[in-house]
């Protein structure tokens, strides 16, 4: 069955610190991982996509891996602020097709 | 340039009426999608569309219709709305497929709730 999960469920972290969220998905046959930022009452914005030869993807202070082997993921946010505060989504794409299947999403709180 | 814009934000209805979500588009994107997202969940895609006049079924399209005669909108038809189908509603749309890794752009959403 194609899954996407995605941990901690909620993150609270001080402001000006760094954080990294996972993202798990056991789906079949993987096309291309993205990383979205949702922020409460908004849709999900686009942060990264990576490709299964992409290991790595930067987009500013958020840098998102893969590992194509374990099927892993992670996004790490450096240097926290308060408008980081939101959910972050993890989508994975499944090739020959248009299909995607979404994590549940992290919810991280920056408290000053 | 707006984006993906959905009408309405808001909206309460009855069990057994009906309604529909607009979602416009003015990025000439030939994809647009309908997804749920429910408390806890991941998106749900119900409709998608690859262009004008051709819309097919998602993942969990029962009790919705779409329609998509021009480019840039692809309404999203609730007929005798039940409280299974509170949630909210996003309207996305991309240039190709994602599969493509092509990025997909969201609207604001639509919060529905049926009692």
């Known amino acids: 069955k194609n899954q996407v999960e995605q941990s901690p469920q909620s993150l609270i972290i001080l402001e000006g610190k760094n954080c990294t969220l996972q993202c798990n998905y056991t789906v079949s046959p993987f096309s291309n991982l993205r990383w979205y930022k949702q922020d409460t009452g908004r849709g999900p914005v686009s942060l990264t996509i990576?490709?299964?030869?992409?290991n790595t993807k930067s987009n500013g202070r958020y840098t998102a891996t893969l590992d194509a082997d374990t099927k892993q993921s992670s996004l790490h946010i450096t240097a926290s602020q308060l408008s980081d505060s939101a959910s972050y989504i993890c989508?994975?794409?499944?090739?020959?097709?248009?299909?995607?299947?979404f994590g549940a999403g992290t919810r991280l709180f920056v408290k000053a | 340039n707006a984006g993906v814009t959905q009408t309405p934000k808001f909206r309460i209805l009855k069990i057994g009426q009906s309604m529909t979500l607009q979602c416009t588009q003015d990025m000439n994107h030939n994809y647009m999608y309908w997804y749920r997202q429910d408390p806890g969940m991941g998106l749900k895609l119900i409709y998608y569309?690859?262009?004008?006049?051709?819309?097919d079924k998602g993942e969990v399209p029962n009790g919705y219709n779409v329609s998509r005669s021009t480019t840039e909108d692809f309404p999203l038809r609730l007929e005798l709305a039940a409280p299974s189908q509170t949630s909210v509603y996003f309207c996305?749309?991309?240039?190709?497929?994602?599969?493509?890794?092509?990025?997909?752009?969201f609207g604001a959403g639509t919060r529905l709730s049926v009692l």
């Open positions: 990576m490709t299964f030869s992409e």
């Open positions: 569309s690859v262009g004008a006049g051709i819309t």
């Open positions: 996305a749309s991309s240039l190709d497929s994602p599969g493509a890794k092509n990025i997909q752009y």
């Open positions: 989508v994975v794409g499944i090739r020959g097709g248009f299909k995607t299947i």
